[in-house]
């Protein structure tokens, strides 16, 4: 194409800001133009991250609607909660396309979203307006959109490990326990307790339990898959590793179906979707397979025992469980091959 596509990135001084000024930077299509920041204007990124010292808009400019509509076509927000509740509607009244990656407008419902995220919800036109941008369920819906909202880490390994068996009705929405794994690099950038070194290191544990604010997210698209009401048992972990998830998913079936029939209903789904990658039986992803890719890796297991299913899936909680799946969302809205800049395979070891 002639002309590259503007892209600035709000919040880039945080791992998925950052994430996604590092795959932009390989995309044919698009041109990096504004970096910015509300805690540090003015600074250079590379400061922040020397690995990301090629880019040619370099330094940092502040939070500044009137300033993105004249630098950008598009506009990431990888912002904290409640930011983008403010930004969004503004940018969107300029002209802008926005791709969120806040969980400010994933949930339909002001009120859920309050419950769970605890900050004020944005405004229900806004929140209607916003597509959900999971990228193999829902790609059809973010072809041409300008609004997209990006989905979770956990709910994005989650749901793809079960978008199959919810849209053919196989499952039991109310019988699903995720027992999910996550690097910590998913808690952000910023220091805390939990995070530092010394507390981590060595040492495996629970948090969130029956609180982690993506349990409702996953509730929303299982009843759309399904049509029935979704309530699951989500449990999270952190793990000391820097990136990946590993969501492992237990379920009943309605209806005894042979492991031979649930592989090939996952193989037909994901056909020709690039980033989801069926194991043979008997083999089972892991984060390390993954690691630094836009892919999500499933593996299944039928216990003839108990007549349970389990799904385990690997992803990248960095990239395709946020700046990955963005600039594939991108890619949909824009009409361009979904694995453009993303083609890339993982990084191992």
Request: proline share 5%; net charge negative; aromatic share 8%.
């Amino acid at each position: 194409m002639s002309t590259m596509l503007r892209a600035a990135i709000v919040g880039a001084t945080g791992y998925s800001g950052a994430e996604v000024v590092r795959l932009l930077l390989m995309h044919p299509h698009v041109a990096v133009t504004s970096v910015v920041s509300s805690s540090n204007p003015g600074a250079l990124l590379s400061d922040g991250f020397p690995h990301l010292k090629q880019i040619v808009t370099d330094r940092l400019d502040a939070v500044d609607a009137d300033l993105l509509k004249e630098k950008a076509d598009v506009v990431f927000l990888a912002t904290p909660h409640g930011v983008s509740t403010e930004l969004s509607p503004k940018l969107l009244e300029a002209g802008l396309k926005v791709i969120d990656i806040s969980g400010d407008f994933r949930l339909k419902s002001g009120e859920v979203y309050e419950q769970w995220y605890k900050h004020k919800p944005a405004d229900a036109a806004y929140l209607n307006k916003a597509v959900y941008g999971m990228s193999e369920v829902f790609g059809d819906e973010v072809r041409g959109a300008n609004f997209i909202s990006n989905p979770g880490c956990y709910p994005t390994a989650t749901t793809l490990g079960l978008a199959p068996l919810a849209a053919k009705g196989w499952i039991d929405p109310k019988s699903i326990i995720v027992d999910a794994k996550s690097g910590v690099s998913g808690a952000g950038r910023g220091l805390s307790m939990t995070t530092h070194y010394s507390e981590i290191n060595e040492n495996f544990y629970a948090y969130k339990v029956n609180k982690h604010q993506h349990t409702p997210e996953i509730e929303q698209t299982l009843a759309r898959l399904t049509g029935e009401e979704a309530a699951i048992t989500f449990t999270t972990h952190l793990v000391p590793m820097t990136r990946g998830i590993l969501a492992t998913i237990y379920v009943n079936l309605k209806e005894q179906h042979s492991e031979e029939e649930i592989f090939e209903l996952f193989r037909s789904y994901y056909a020709g979707r690039r980033f989801v990658r069926i194991r043979d039986k008997g083999k089972y992803p892991a984060t390390k397979e993954v690691w630094g890719s836009n892919y999500c890796d499933i593996g299944l297991s039928l216990d003839p025992r108990t007549g349970r299913l389990t799904v385990l899936s690997a992803i990248d909680n960095v990239v395709k469980g946020a700046a990955g799946q963005a600039v594939q969302n991108l890619n949909l809205m824009m009409g361009w091959d979904e694995a453009t800049g993303l083609a890339f395979s993982p990084v191992y070891p």
